[in-house]
Each structure stands twice: as structure tokens, then as C-alpha cells.
């Protein structure tokens, strides 16, 4: 297969098209668009898909609940603001167990805050998607072609577990342009092949009833826990990083999407000057690669989390590690990226102060210094 | 003592197979169980049990879909039209209804409705005006009647706080893509019995791809009015349907055929009566 230039955006809705993907529902939002402008000019050249622009991401998510339950392959994609209004919706969708897959391209926030990639999402994706016990598969992919890749093994995994799986990136990697092979376009689904719980009409069998609602105590306990051991599972089975020269690393960092990314970068001149620095890039968000990581800590001096947001996905990591090796945090905010040099700072102050000194506490407090924006850097011209 | 021999008997009442054989959670006198079974008895008439999908409400309907025989899910407070759309796109030769309040439909759900009728999507509404919120113990809803005491408003509707009753029917007959809306009561034997016809015209609109349809009735809810079945039935009349007057508020041209009306579909204020 050749490699052909693909913008993010665009990519990820053509793997999904690959994938199989019967329905997408979607409202516009930078940086998240082209996705939902690629859906519209793609899908109507394949009859029997169906592209819908919703009038609000409200409006969208329910209707992918419902093209949810009728057993297809439906996609949505939005960014962090629109990700909030759909929040009741996928918890439903959540609590029904129906398949479905969402991208988030993060924007900086809160509130309306800018259209610059950030990573503030992680917490809502990872932790509370939505109100009741429950948490979807969330896969971060770093370059175009991990976005693809998961893309089109999102829906596969959806129906496996008949959970949300979200596609977590932001706003560099739904907007930068990569080459990708694109994987193989697979059929649709077919009639035969339609899940046994989908709601398709009665016909020749028993009505179905697809519902989150199940009104005494008990019963609703009883779904919990199966929900519940349906989660275990997953985290047993869907555990996904990558490691990078981490075998005699003194030094860890742990970051994920575009962070894990310039992480990597960090690693190769650390190791030019002669460091042993490595990186665990989690790819899996939600489950979390906890076990490897308390691994890891057992062996390395240090561990550094750079994240583009205030410090969320530091805390699964102290959690992880449970106090075996001191955690540092280094983020920057509010749609700023931050720099492979200031990541090398970080990493030089690291080994030159000896571990005891200031550092074993696991204080995360490493973003204070950093939040200074350079003037006009993260007010771009905004379609907001 | 002689056995009855059946075979000598014509059936003339029994459970419509588009109901299935449970014990009803309705409050004793509220009439959304026999807006259910209108809807029944329509769907076996028009023999699309096996093709279609019921689309259940938050209200006291939540469970409508314990009480139809076909296929069902559970929408989020007021987001039905949403998700009756996400299936019948994906399936546009089934069937969808959404069975809805009017705290789901005319507060929280407005924008799926008038977006919903707005794309002219396939879809019968089936649309329950009581003038409060049942299920969670009568508080206001936008239909709530002037001076209607509800527990959130104690001292009746204040117009000055709140504003005036929200008029769902002719709010959605304005809309090019819905192309029957009509207004119904379940007070009397009489509008019983046109509310079926509706119903089934409604059904039959969706099955001829003619855009959305909706039926709103008029609905009671003795519990949280405070009142005995039968005045509640009395209130209908004499309270809601002043200030909800019955009528077809929009048949388009290509609908006409399937009402078997003698009467043209609009007067001039688009109400036609009864
Ligand atoms: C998002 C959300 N908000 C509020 C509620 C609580 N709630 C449940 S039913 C209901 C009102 C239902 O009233 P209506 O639609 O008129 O139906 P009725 O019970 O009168 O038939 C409300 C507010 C909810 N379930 N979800
Ligand atoms: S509360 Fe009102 S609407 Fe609800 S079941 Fe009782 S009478 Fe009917
Ligand atoms: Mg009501």
C-alpha cells in the first residue's frame, strides 16, 4: 500500500468509512470539522450510509444512540465543548451497552476557551464521560496513522464490549498532515451479521427492548455489576502503550497524543547527551497501563509527566505507581505546546539535583513556572 | 351445566396483539393506557408490528415500551426525535413513533422536535399533553393552564413570571416539513374515536414518506390534577380545550387523500374544529 498525505481529520473519517461505518452524526466545531465536511462529501457516494448534520451535538449523540440500537456502525466526532453537551447521551448509551465510537479533537478550555490542541479532556474522557459508574475504552493516538489505526479497530472493539470507544486527539493531530497507508475498505455490515440484541422489528421473534432504565435496587445493582466485570475485562484485555528506550532509562517520562509525541523527541536528545531517559506513552487512557508502569517505577530514578493540561493524567500515574518512585509534572495550558527544549530542562533539573533533594515529595507542581502564555500565542485567529 | 361453546360467539373486544399482556403502572383513571391502546389497535390494523419501533419518553410513558409488542428503546429526557431519527435513517423502511409528554416534547425536547420536523424526517409523534409534569409530581410544564396551581407553581400560573401556554400544535404546523399536525382529546367516546383516526392517519403519513406527524392529545392526569377520573375527563373540556382548541392545524395537499376528509384541510385560521 502507498503512503499518501492525509490531514488528520480527514483521515480518521476515511478509516472509519474503511471500517465499515454505516451512519455518522455530527455538528461543526474547530478544530474537529474537516471530519464532519469530509463525512458530507464522502458518504453520499456510498448508497445506504447515512450523513446527517444534527442541530446540535445533543441532537447528535441521541441520534447515534438510536442508529446505535438498531445495530450499525455510527461514528460521531466533536471537540471538548460539544464532548460536554453529548455527555448525557453516551451515558445512556453507556448504560443501554450499545456500540459506538466517538473522536474528541480537544480545544483548549474551559468554557469556550480557544480552538488550540490541548489535552484538558482527560479527565472528563477517562473519568466521567457522562453521570453513573461507568468509563468507555479511550485510545490517544499520536500521528495521523495511530489515528487511523484505531479508528478502524474502534468499531470492532465497540461491539466486542457493546461500549463507547472514543478516539482521543487534539487539535495538532485532527489539523497536521502525515502520510498514511490507509487500510483495506471493509463491507458493511449485513443482515445476518446484525448483533441479536438490535432492534430491527419483531419480526419471526421476540419484541427486543434496549434500556438503561431498570427501576429497583437490585436490578440496577445487578446490571452495575456486570457492568462492572465488563470494565475488568477491558482493562485486562485492552491495555495499549508504547515504550521507548525505557530498558535502562534512569529517567521515565509518561505523556500520551501530541505531548507523547514531542516526548519521544525528548528521549532521542536526552540520549544524544548522553541520558538515560525513556518514555512509556500510554495509548489506552481508559484502560490505563498501571501494571507496567509500577513496573517500571520499581527500576527508574524518576518519572516526568508532561501533559497540555493543569495535571490529570499525573494522578492515574502517582496512583499507579504508589509512591516507588518520585512523580514530576510538567504541563502547559490553554493551547500552548510545549517545546522539546523546555521538556529537556525539565529533564536536566531532574538529574541534576539528586533525587531527595525537593523532588521525592511527587509535588506535581511543575506547570506554575510554565503558564506564562507568549502574548498572541494561543489567541490565533479564531473560528470558533 | 352447559359449557360455552366459543365458536358461537363473535369476538368483538380483546387485546390488541401490538400490546402485550401486563399489568399497567398508570394511576387508575389516567388516560395515556388508552392512548396505548389506540395506538395498538392502529398498528394491528395496519399489520407493521413486526416493522415497527417504538421510541419511549422520560415522563410517566417511560415504560411505553413494556406496553407495546414490538420493538423499543428509552430516549433521554425530551431527546426522542433524535433518536427515533438515528433509526429511521438508518432503517427509513421501518416504522418509528416516539411516544412523548409535554414536559419531553414542548420544555426540555424543543429543539429535537422543531429540528426534527424542520428535516421532515418519517416519524410519527405521538404527542400526550396533560398541563403539568406527571411523573415527577405535577410541577409546571410550558402547558401548563393561567392560573393553574401545580407544585411549582403554588399559586397558580403567574403569566407575568412565566408567560403564556405554550400552543405545541400550532407551533409545529409551521413548519414546512411536518405535514400532518393535529390536535386531539380522549375526554369522550366521540374524540376517542377521532383521536384513533388520527393516530392511524399519522401512521399511514410515515408509511407514505410524506414527512413527520404529529398527533398531540389532550390527556388526563386526575393525580396530579387532584381531581376524580371523571372530573378530570370534565376539566378536558371545560379548561384545556379553550385554550387548546381541537382541529387539524396542518394536513398537507398530499395528505389530504389519506384523512378521506369531506372537509377542506384548512379554514382560514387553519383550524378546522372538533
Ligand atoms: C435530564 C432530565 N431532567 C429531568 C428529569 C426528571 N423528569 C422525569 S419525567 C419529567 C417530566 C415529565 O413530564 P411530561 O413529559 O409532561 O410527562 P408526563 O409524566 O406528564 O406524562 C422530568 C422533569 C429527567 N429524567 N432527566
Ligand atoms: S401521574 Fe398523571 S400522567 Fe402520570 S400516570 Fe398518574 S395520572 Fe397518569
Ligand atoms: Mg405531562
Redesign the pocket.
Known sequence: MAKELWKGNEAIAEAALRAGVEAYFGYPITPQTELLEYMAREIPKYPGRVFLQAESELAAVNMVYGAACAGVRVLSSSSSPGISLMT?GLSYIAGTEVPAVLVDIMRGGPGLGNIMPSQGDYFQMTKSLGHGDFHPIVLAPSTVQEAVDLTYGAFELAETYRTVVVILADGAIGQMMEPVVMPPARPVMTEEERADWALRGAKDRERRILTSLHMNAEGLERMNLGLQSKLARIQRNELRWQETMTDDAEVLMVAFGTAGRICSSVVQSARRAGLKVGLLRPISLWPFPEQRLLELAERVQQILVVEMNAGQMVLDVKAAVAGRAPVHFYGRLGGVVPLPDEISQQIDKLVSQPAGAGYKTGASNGFGHATVVPAGDARAEGRI | MTLIDLANYDVVYRRPEALTNVQTHYCPGCT?GLIHRLIGEVIDELGIRENTICVA?????VFAYNYFNVDGCEA??GRAPAMATGIKRVMPDRVVFTY?????LAA?GTNEIIHAAGRGEDLTVIF?N?A?????GGQM?PTTLVGQVTTSSPYGRDVELVGMPMRVAELISTIPGASYVVRRSVHNVANINKTKAAIKTAFQVQMAGLGLSMVEVLSS?PTNWHMTPDSALQWIEDAMIPVYPLGDYRVADAVEPLTKRRQPAHQQNGVTGG
Open positions: 448525557e | 395515556h419518553p422520560v415522563g410517566c410513558a433521554p429526557h412523548q409528554g409535554d414536559g419531553d426540555i400526550v396533560n403539568n409534569y406527571g411523573m415527577t410544564a392526569c
